[in-house]
Nanobody
Framework: QVQLVESGGGLVQAGGSLRLSCTAS????????MAWFRQAPGKEREFVGG????????SYADSVKGRFTISRDAGQNTMYLHMNNLKPEDTAVYYC???????????????WGQGTQVTVSS
């Protein structure tokens, strides 16, 4: 089974930046579509953005559009989430997972890792 490990979270002030990483223990196939999700206390897990592994086409939730950027290093089986101009409402645990397609931003499997905590202070 392929394991996905998120890292890079931390505490940052509003307006600051962070880069999260999602590294797979195995090969991510060119046909895969990977995505970032987040979950804040008391709220449901929500889609943040996704990327097709082959062409690196991306899609983002309206709440992060223009502030967050997703990229990937296929050779390292790693996906990144570059977060700029962070806001307190971005505070959440961030997870990565495969999805069916960019037009269907829901987890492909009911499997979630540890995630990485992002806390944005005022």
């Amino acid at each position: 089974q392929v394991q996905l490990v998120e890292s890079g979270g931390g505490l940052v002030q509003a307006g600051g930046s962070l880069r999260l990483s999602c590294t797979a223990s195995g090969r991510i196939l060119t046909s895969s579509v990977m995505a970032w999700f987040r979950q804040a206390p008391g709220k449901e897990r929500e889609f943040v953005g996704g990327i097709t592994w082959g062409r690196a086409s991306t899609s983002y939730a309206d709440s992060v559009k223009g502030r967050f950027t997703i990229s990937r290093d296929a050779g390292q089986n790693t996906m990144y989430l570059h977060m700029n101009n962070l806001k307190p409402e971005d505070t959440a645990v961030y997870y990565c997972a495969p999805i069916v397609a960019l037009g269907s931003p829901k987890g492909l499997y009911d499997y979630w890792g540890q995630g990485t905590q992002v806390t944005v202070s005022s």
